[in-house]
């Protein structure tokens, strides 16, 4: 038996379940990708209300913090296909949980002044 040969014995994960899992956890990521964008347009504005402009480091860090959990998502989904539904979870949380986790350092190393000019 060769290795590529799939043991039949072995479950695998229903196809709705791994849609279900998907769209569930897929909601949180896109609220995380939408909190981004929120962040963008408020960074704007207050460079806007400061009369200032953003720097191309903020540019970077702000499109960076959407593209982010979008890449991040995509990631879990593309390890978790042909797992089961507890390694599937566990990828998508271990995803949001790095999402936040450089969200949050990218935040804390720049702070919103360092994205002005």
Known sequence: MSAATVDPSVRR???????????????FFAYDA????????GVADVARTLD???SGLGWVV?????LLPIGLFAAAFLLGRRRSAVV?????????????LLYLDILLMFGVGALLT
């Open 52 to 54: 200032t402009s953003i």
């Open 88 to 100: 599937q979870a566990a990828l998508y949380l271990t995803g949001l949980a790095v999402s936040a």
């Open 62 to 66: 702000l499109i960076a913090a959407i």
């Open 34 to 41: 939408w909190e981004a964008v929120g962040n963008l347009v």
């Open 13 to 27: 994960t229903p196809f709705w379940l791994e849609i279900a899992l998907a769209i569930a956890f897929g909601l």
